[in-house]
């Protein structure tokens, strides 16, 4: 398994005025994914001159999480269980979400931190 890219995730009830105050600090929208999952949420990558990347997700909850990207969705599960990860309990969250261009899993370790975990699905010719 290779980590692809790893950076903050905001999800909350107000995703709009976090990117906001994201655009302030100099970030830009970079794309948006409407109607993922079960619960339709929306999310809005962002990224700074830097190169820093930011996900804000609007959703029904407060949660603060790592996106982790990989080039392989079942070997980073299998591995994050062995170190006593579970799938999200959230019923919209136990399953892995297919978007159509990636597909995820959220991970809860046993202290509590949360991990997105997503691989990007690539078209073959």
Request: hydrophobic letters at 40%.
């Amino acid at each position: 398994m290779k980590i692809t890219s790893f950076n903050p995730l905001i999800a909350t009830r107000d995703a709009a005025s976090a990117i906001k105050l994201f655009e302030e600090l100099g970030f830009e929208r970079r794309h948006t994914k409407e109607g993922i999952g079960k619960d339709s949420v929306t999310d809005v990558r962002m990224k700074d001159a830097n190169g820093f990347h930011l996900d804000v997700s609007q959703g029904d909850g407060e949660w603060m999480m790592i996106r982790m990207n990989v080039d392989n969705l079942e070997e980073a599960i299998a591995f994050l269980e062995a170190r006593g990860f579970h799938k999200a309990r959230h019923a919209a969250a136990n399953e892995t979400v297919d978007t159509g261009s990636s597909k995820f899993n959220i991970m809860v370790s046993a202290t509590g931190f949360i991990l997105a975990v997503s691989q990007h699905i690539k078209e073959h010719d």
